[in-house]
């Protein structure tokens, strides 16, 4: 999409759920417009709002999400997919305003690259070496992690340059987050070497074992694909959940610039309903039920994921039916940074949903934080 492309160009869809964009060369200033003041160039304030740092603190919920799915307690590799998460996340949020700082000099020149405030190649140098470190991080958990950490960072880059356009960008995205809370299970898993349900990280408590789960003891690589494998498996349905979610945010972001969506908005309601009532439901036959190995859910798990899902569902579903009801492009720009926030009551309730009420608990700490930064830096 570019600004020259008429109907297209002022159609941004933006990248709010993280790691998104498209690319292209930045145009002649629009000389009909004033320009708006450049601000102090590189400042912490500019950065924050390129990584849109508010939208920030949905993200390593997908780690702990994973993890619980999986049937494992937090540990050293739930750590580094939370690091490798935050680092593809920002890297997304860096290009995505890279590949559209065209059509953003027209719709938003306030944004920190068409203000000056950041150069396009600082952006770019960003969204490069933070997809390095993040691949970094996820190796140190094993050649599995690493294995779905390059499928996410390769959505991240073919969706912001490519697909966020077209009829694909929402599914697109919606496979980066599916990814990302895969990438938690799998490091949670292999970054031990195998361990059991629940077990902490350290190789079985020995200390320092390798990340690749002792790849020099023969048979070992075997046995820690075969435990990646059950952790995809286990994790699989969290992760889907997860992406619905967010294929339809994505869908509806991709009118908040011009507003006028009325069904956008309305099935992403009717998508986040179904959602909430799926994860309600207790299937015991279920794969990840089996991979945890823990009883049923107690009465206050029961009340715990309730009340997570409760509140994935105030956040949510307001904001979607005014924007439903009056698809302006401030109401869709607020039910799409609702969406956003959502997630993290979401991420809670798939962890209480797999036995795992305190790492829920810990996923909800997130939300005073990222509503008290939303109100400084917009997550969209």
């Known amino acids: 999409m570019r600004s020259a492309a008429a109907g297209r160009g002022r159609r941004r869809a933006a990248h709010d759920d993280g790691l998104s964009g498209t690319g292209g060369t930045a145009p002649a200033p629009d000389r009909r417009a004033p320009r708006p003041e450049a601000g102090r160039r590189g400042g912490v304030k500019a950065w924050s709002e390129l990584f849109r740092v508010s939208a920030l603190f949905s993200v390593p919920g997908d780690a702990l999400a994973g993890a619980a799915a999986a049937g494992r307690g937090p540990g050293r590799g739930t750590l580094l997919a939370m690091g490798a998460s935050l680092c593809l996340y920002e890297a997304g949020m860096a290009l995505n305003d890279w590949a559209d700082r065209e059509e953003d000099a027209i719709d938003r020149p306030h944004r920190p690259i068409p203000s000056g405030r950041i150069s396009p190649r600082a952006a770019l140098g960003a969204a490069g070496a933070l997809t390095a470190a993040g691949l970094a991080l996820a190796a140190r958990a094993g050649r599995p992690a690493l294995a779905v950490a390059t499928g996410l960072a390769a959505t991240v880059w073919a969706y912001d340059l490519r697909l966020k356009h077209t009829k694909a960008g929402p599914a697109a995205m919606a496979a980066a987050r599916t990814l990302d809370l895969l990438l938690g299970a799998t490091a949670t898993a292999t970054a031990d070497g195998g361990a059991g349900p629940g077990r902490a990280v350290g190789g079985g408590g020995v200390p320092g074992r390798a990340a690749d789960g002792g790849a020099g003891r023969p048979g070992a690589p075997r046995a820690t694909a075969a435990t990646a494998r059950a952790a995809l498996a286990a994790a699989l349905p969290s992760a889907l959940a997860l992406g619905a979610h967010t294929y339809g945010v994505t869908a509806v972001s991709r009118h908040e610039t011009q507003g006028g969506s009325t069904a956008a908005p309305l099935a992403a309601l009717v998508a986040t309903a179904a959602l909430a009532a799926a994860v309600l ?62 997630m993290i009551p979401l991420q809670a309730a798939l962890a209480a949903r797999a036995q795992a009420p305190a790492a829920g608990l810990a996923v909800m700490a997130l939300v005073p934080l990222a509503r008290t930064l939303a109100r400084k830096v917009s997550p969209t």
């Open 281 to 342: 439901r207790e299937h015991p036959g279920s794969p990840g039920h089996a991979a945890t190995g823990r009883p049923g859910r107690t009465a206050a798990t029961r009340l715990l994921l309730t009340a997570f899902t409760g509140a994935y569902l105030r956040t949510a579903g307001p904001p979607l039916l005014h924007a439903a009801l009056n698809p302006s492009p401030p109401l869709t720009q607020r039910a799409v940074g609702g969406g956003i926030r959502a």
